[in-house]
């Protein structure tokens, strides 16, 4: 492997909050491989000359008594931009009426993917809907969802799970027992409403209150206003309402991600696309609507005010949908922006999303006995629930109505599903017409149709963004990160490494590896200079608290001489140094995005990272224990362990690492292996052993040579890289075992670490 250092700049901000934003940018691209002196004549791209026809395609279902009016012709149409009527550069009537079907002698696969298909994406939201409630709205669907199969409909299945996310249980099928099987699974999970809070937690936002109520100036506490006796009197209800409000924005973060990834899969197919949401409704994170019975319990203006800002002021901004802050626009207040901007995203790829509210009443779910349990332990928080509900719903309809299609809600919507869907996926209108500008601006443009016949009823998006095409890339950006499992265009491997600094702060330490056969050879476009963009993001699995969040510019040039040295090679790997940052003893997710501009490829990888706070631990802990490569370090450093700003090894005396990402080793070859122990009752003389395991099950000690170590008196952790001897390993997949023996009784080992590697032949 081969190792490119790429940081020659490093820039962090921090803000006096916990959460630390991580930021690095290179100015320049950096010129790290053999031949780039190549004369800039072979370097540089002829240039190329574009034209586009830019098309906007507004869809229109006209319906009169719940049925399809097919008699319209283009004159009956009137169509306006931002108020201004445009004309109408093209009229078709879509019909997928059913009818027998031939099949042409010869298939030309373009025309085949360019003429629209009847497809619909069903999303069970198992986020935000009760067990019972998915269970009986899905037994009618499954029957509805299959008559619109035996009109040629293809179905795709995918449920939004609490715990995965979006996941697709049935790609497009018009099998009806598979469709029938995917809606069972996907039939939902209970939603436990939880009304206590951990006292850790209660503690910990008491603290935070009062130091915001706290005025900079010395006050009396007899002096106290009748605001701040009025914020204490509903303390209790405002921990829960906190506690609430974590909650709802974590399932409003995997809605959000979930629709995203949803419209991902749905934007390259032609014409329109349908998506049918089966949700309780979509959480609303609005102040004014957070809490209602506090609102109303409080007389005055200026008490409401200040209940407001001391509780909705704890919670972050909402950047949930953009974690990667590359939009570039103020961080979003509240759920509402969030939904707008998702409506005008769903416009412009041309996605209609259809909603049926599976609610049920809770009086009509509970009867006896479970009633009353169910009203003593749960109708408090019911009770708080009944105004936010009401928003849940309205969310639906908005996010339906604003994108052309319709909700299914009441005691009806059984009924209706099946009417309504058979109309709208098998007729509509579609109109089009050029936008009064030559290029997109990345602006929201409102749409109106007017049909001049009388007593009609019509349907249609009522705007959308006009993207350009980087910010475009930039939506689908965002969309990669909270589903990186559909992203992998870009195939790489990835490593983040909570190194522990002589501080006692962590600094993150990423690393990646890219394979130069699929990332360059199978891509390679012309000699030129290349560009890619890694958004890097590290967030609390449980809060969605930001631990940081960066940009790293990657560049080099593709010149002959480059080509051909990486013919010798599988992967070139890049490291980077985070900012020095107090974690909490919490899991975190790290998620990388590896970003092509040119061809606007991502690919991405994710996993979860654990940085256990030292204060609160008694036991002895392996905090790394990290496979790599050992070079020599020709720079002047102390004896001490330190990762560098220059490339992103971590050097210690005349040694420097590498962390091999691929952990692909050849037998005979050389490799290390970092470890980082902490000892809180001090430093040991009991050094790790190495065992290694290979498919035949067998265990083989590995020898292992101590180069260097350093001992942190005040942190109390060992740092120490051991020199391996992969020799009694047989090529192919391999666990190596590091063990630290409690004692020379062969009891079993008190610390121990299972590494996956690759022994090449």
Not at 218 to 243: G, H, V
Not at 250 to 267: D, H, Q, S, W, Y
Request: charged share 30%; hydrophobic share 35%.
């Amino acid at each position: 492997m081969y190792n490119c250092r790429v940081m020659d700049k490093s820039i962090f901000k921090f803000t006096k909050k916990t959460i630390v934003i991580f930021l690095v940018s290179v100015s320049t691209l950096i010129l790290c491989l053999y031949g780039y002196q190549e004369p800039q004549q072979q370097l540089l791209p002829q240039e190329k000359y574009e034209v586009k026809v830019r098309l906007i395609l507004v869809d229109v279902i006209v319906t009169k008594d719940g049925e399809f009016v097919k008699d319209l012709s283009k004159e009956d149409f009137e169509l306006y931009e931002d108020e201004k009527r445009v004309p109408i550069n093209s009229f078709e009537l879509i019909s997928f009426d059913e009818r027998e079907l031939t099949i042409p002698d010869e298939i030309n696969p373009q025309e085949q993917f360019r003429t629209p298909k009847k497809r619909l994406a069903v999303v069970f939201d198992s986020i935000n809907s009760w067990k019972r409630e998915m269970k009986h709205g899905s037994e009618q669907i499954v029957d509805d969802l299959v008559s619109i199969v035996k009109l040629g409909h293809e179905v795709m299945v995918l449920q939004l799970n609490p715990s995965r996310g979006i996941e697709i249980i049935q790609s497009f099928t018009t099998n009806e027992d598979l469709i029938r099987n995917s809606v069972e699974r996907a039939s939902g999970s209970i939603w436990k409403l939880e009304t206590h809070i951990e006292p850790s937690r209660v503690e910990q936002t008491e603290t935070e209150l009062e130091t915001q109520a706290q005025p900079e100036s010395e006050t009396i506490p007899s002096e106290r206003t009748e605001i701040e006796r009025a914020l204490d009197s509903t303390y209790f209800e405002d921990m829960q309402r906190i506690d609430f409000i974590h909650r709802e924005r974590l399932r409003f973060e995997k809605t959000i991600g979930g629709l995203l990834a949803t419209f991902n899969v749905m934007r390259g197919f032609p014409g329109r696309k349908y998506i049918l949401l089966v949700s309780a409704g979509i959480p609303d994170l609005s102040p004014p609507d957070m809490f209602p019975n506090i609102r109303s319990g409080i007389p005055g203006a200026d008490i409401e005010d200040a209940y407001i800002n001391k509780v909705w002021g704890k919670m972050d901004d909402i950047r949930v949908f953009d974690p990667f802050n590359i939009l570039d626009k103020n961080a979003f207040k509240n759920g509402e922006e969030v939904l707008r901007e998702i409506i005008r995203f769903a416009n412009a790829q041309n996605i209609s999303i259809y909603s049926f509210d599976s609610s049920i009443f809770v009086k009509n779910i509970f009867s006896g006995a479970s009633a009353e349990y169910y009203q003593q332990n749960e109708m408090d928080h019911l009770r708080f629930r009944q105004g936010d509900k009401i928003r849940k719903v309205q969310n639906l309809r908005w996010l339906s109505e604003d994108t052309g299609a319709d909700s299914l809600r009441g005691a009806n919507k059984l009924g209706d599903f099946q009417k309504v869907m058979g109309t709208d996926l098998n007729h509509y209108y579609q109109l089009s017409f050029y936008p009064r500008r030559d290029q997109a601006d990345d602006q929201y443009h409102k749409i109106k149709v007017k049909v001049k016949r009388g007593g009609v009823d019509t349907r249609f998006r009522k705007g959308y963004t006009d993207y350009s095409d980087n910010e475009m890339d930039k939506m689908i950006l965002v969309t990669a990160f909270y589903n990186p499992e559909f992203f992998k265009d870009l195939p790489f491997k990835g490593e983040l490494i909570p190194f522990i600094s002589e501080s006692g702060k962590y600094e993150p330490w990423m690393n990646i590896a890219l394979p130069v056969k699929e990332i360059f050879e199978d891509r390679f476009v012309e000699y030129a200079p290349k560009l890619f963009h890694l958004h890097i993001w590290l967030k609390d699995r449980t809060s969605g608290e930001k631990g940081f969040s960066g940009k790293i510019n990657i560049g080099l040039n593709l010149s002959p001489k480059f080509m051909e040295f990486i013919k010798n090679i599988d992967y070139l790997s890049y490291h980077f140094k985070g900012p020095e940052i107090e974690f909490r003893n919490k899991e975190y997710q790290s998620v990388f995005a590896l970003f092509d501009p040119q061809t606007s490829e991502i690919g991405t990888w994710d996993t979860d990272v654990h940085f256990p706070s030292l204060k609160d631990i008694e036991e002895r802990i392996l905090i790394n224990c990290v496979l790599g490569d050992l070079t020599e370090n020709l720079e002047k450093e102390k004896k001490r362990f330190a990762l560098s700003k220059k490339d992103g090894g971590l050097v210690c005396g005349q040694h420097k690492f590498y962390p091999k990402v691929t952990n692909q080793f050849e037998r005979w070859g050389e490799a290390s292996v970092f470890m980082q122990v902490y000892f809180p009752d001090g430093r040991t003389n009991i050094q790790p052993e190495f065992l290694s395991r290979g498919k035949d099950m067998r265990i083989y000690p590995i020898e292992g040579e101590l180069v260097v170590d350093s001992w942190n008196k005040r942190t109390k952790v060992w740092s120490v890289i051991y020199k391996l001897n992969f020799s009694p390993c047989f090529p192919g997949d391999n666990s190596l075992f590091v063990e630290f023996p409690e004692s020379g009784d062969g009891s079993e080992p008190y610390m121990s670490k299972e590494l996956k590697m690759t022994i090449l032949r």
